[in-house]
């Protein structure tokens, strides 16, 4: 199985910025794709980010342009780079991967392993 912990998350004003990181363990040779979804009160989880092994990166319509996605391969990591936060923007944001598909194609359901989550709360 796969451990993931989210942390980076906290409080800041519109406009501002945060930086949330992803440290994995245990089965890493098996996260195909790593992302990051996001959740608040009376919401289902949504999608955020995502990213492979490689260059290839998903990102949902609210995140382009603000968001950036990048893995440490080496590290087991994923980041996830936000800019011009917005009040909208306030969630839990969880670490997601990938533990059982090969190959280039991913769908948000193929994600099975989650962290705990973080809260991001953004001020207007």
């Known amino acids: 199985q796969v451990q993931l912990v989210e942390s980076g998350g906290g409080l800041v004003q519109a406009g501002g910025s945060l930086r949330l990181s992803c440290a994995a363990s245990?089965?890493?040779?098996?996260?195909?794709?790593m992302g990051w979804f996001r959740q608040t009160p009376g919401k289902e989880r949504e999608f955020v980010a995502a990213?492979?092994?490689?260059?290839?990166?998903y990102y949902a319509d609210s995140a382009k342009g603000r968001f950036t996605i990048s893995r440490d391969v080496v590290q087991n990591r994923v980041y996830l780079q936000m800019n011009s936060l917005k009040p909208e923007d306030t969630a839990i944001y969880y670490c997601?991967?990938?533990?059982?598909?090969?190959?280039?194609?991913?769908?948000?359901?193929?994600?099975?392993?989650w962290g705990q989550g973080t809260q991001v709360t953004v001020s207007s």
């Open positions: 997601a991967t990938t533990t059982l598909i090969i190959g280039d194609s991913v769908t948000e359901t193929d994600f099975d392993s």
């Open positions: 245990g089965r890493t040779f098996s996260m195909t794709y």
């Open positions: 990213a492979n092994w490689g260059r290839r990166t």
